[in-house]
Each structure stands twice: as structure tokens, then as C-alpha cells.
Nanobody, 115 residues
Framework: QVRLVESGGGLAQPGGSLRLSCAASGMNFKSATMGWYRQAPGNERELVASISSGGVTTNYADSVKGRFTISRDNAKNTVYLQMNSLKPEDTAVYYC????????WGQGTLVTVSS
């Protein structure tokens, strides 16, 4: 069974940074394109960034381009999201999952950007 465990969220000030991690198990991680998604209160879940199985190709939503960096370590079955220059509108629960066909969702990790 697929299990995704996100961590690293918390409270950050505008302009600050956070690094999210997602440990995956029960799936062929090394062959999967992975994505980070987020869901803000009252909004639908949206894709923030994706990374190809080998880590060569990355894509970002326009709202985070130049501020967020997605990476992965296939030896550790882990995908990361480095978030810099955080804005209040980045406040959301962040999830990782396969892209474009997500499996069961994990619990996510809450990121709150506020002064």
C-alpha cells in the first residue's frame, strides 16, 4: 500500500524559508514522476511543482516559479520542496504524490506564512 509522509511545515515569516520532505513507501518511487501539491482553505488542491523520475525535468506553477525548488533522492525514496521568499498566499497544507495520477493522499504538512 502506498504511504506518503510529509514533514517540515510550520510557521514562517514573509520572506522566510522552509524545506518540506516527503518519504514514500509501497510504490515504485524511482520510476514515478512526483509532485508537490497544496490546498489552501476554501480552495481546491493545486499542483505546485513536479519532478521527473530521474530528477532531470522540473516544472513549477507560475505562482511559485523562481521561489520554490523541487528535488528528490531516489536512494531515500524522498522528494523535497525548498520554499524561499515565502508569501502569505503560500499558506496551505502541502502534499506530495505521484503526478499526474495521484494515489492515496498522506496527511500533508501545514505551512503558515504570517508576521
Amino acid at each position: 500500500q502506498v504511504r506518503l509522509v510529509e514533514s517540515g511545515g510550520g510557521l514562517a515569516q514573509p520572506g522566510g524559508s522552509l524545506r518540506l520532505s516527503c518519504a514514500a513507501s509501497g510504490m515504485n518511487f524511482k520510476s514515478a514522476t512526483m509532485g508537490w501539491y497544496r490546498q489552501a482553505p476554501g480552495n481546491e488542491r493545486e499542483l505546485v511543482a513536479s519532478i521527473s523520475s530521474g530528477g532531470v525535468t522540473t516544472n513549477y506553477a507560475d505562482s511559485v516559479k523562481g521561489r520554490f525548488t523541487i528535488s528528490r533522492d531516489n536512494a531515500k525514496n524522498t522528494v523535497y520542496l525548498q520554499m524561499n521568499s515565502l508569501k502569505p498566499e503560500d499558506t496551505a497544507v502541502y502534499y506530495c504524490n505521484r503526478y499526474p495520477s495521484p494515489s492515496l493522499w498522506g496527511q500533508g504538512t501545514l505551512v503558515t506564512v504570517s508576521s
